[in-house]
């Protein structure tokens, strides 16, 4: 069974500064893994991509990688901004059951 | 520019009433999908739909229904509902299913309904 693990469940960082975030799945047979950003009390905003035959995807500050092997995955965030504030959740498009499995996500707080 | 539009936003049942959640989007996407989100344990399908007249269950289908009409609909039917149905609900859509070799980083996701069952 597909497991997503998101550690740490929170992190707080100081304005400025370079973050990884990470998510780890416990099966391979993945076709794809995605990055979403969700708000307080809004709806979750597609962020990255990353097909299964990719090693990474990357939007303006946003860098995410992707290491089937190992079953890994970073979302990198350069420059951290207040704006940045929000849950991070990663899913993989599961090639076994057909379906995007989730993680918990990460709350990042951005101090300024 | 609607987008994905779920209604209502928030919603308090007592045990045994029934109810339907509505979504409904503009952009003529075959996929669409329903999740729950609770604390701590990330998004789960409920049941998706990869056209009009066809759905399936997702990894937690019990007490709910669903039908597919149209390509723009796809409420969500709480038959009976209970207390470990409290929750916040999403309705996703997208060109193609998420999961697949085809996905493309276009999903969109309503801004949730926040149920509460007494």
């Known amino acids: 069974k597909q497991e997503v693990t998101q550690i740490p469940a929170a992190l707080s960082v100081p304005e400025g500064e370079n973050l990884v975030l990470n998510c780890s799945f416990t099966d391979s047979a993945i076709y794809n893994l995605q990055w979403f950003r969700q708000d307080p009390g809004k709806g979750l905003t597609s962020l990255l991509l990353i097909q299964s035959s990719q090693r990474e995807q990357t939007s303006g500050r946003l860098n995410a990688s992707l290491d089937k092997s190992s079953g890994r995955s970073t979302l990198y965030i350069a420059a951290s901004q207040p704006g940045d504030s929000a849950t991070y959740l990663c899913a993989v498009g599961s090639s076994n059951t057909g379906k995007l499995i989730f993680g918990q996500g990460t709350t990042l707080q951005v101090k300024p | 520019n609607a987008g994905v539009t779920q209604t209502p936003k928030f919603q308090v049942l007592k045990t045994g009433q029934s109810m339907t959640l509505q979504c409904a989007q503009d952009m003529n996407h075959e996929y669409m999908s329903w999740y729950r989100q609770d604390p701590g344990m990330g998004l789960r399908l409920i049941h998706y739909s990869v056209g009009a007249g066809i759905t399936d269950q997702g990894e937690v289908p019990n007490g709910y229904n669903v039908s597919r009409s149209t390509t723009e609909d796809f409420p969500l039917r709480l038959l009976s509902a209970a207390p470990s149905q409290t929750s916040v609900y999403f309705c996703?859509?997208?060109?193609?299913?998420?999961?697949?070799?085809?996905?493309?980083?276009?999903?969109?996701f309503g801004a949730g309904t926040r149920l509460s069952v007494l």
């Open positions: 996703a859509s997208s060109p193609t299913p998420p999961w697949g070799s085809r996905a493309k980083n276009i999903q969109y």
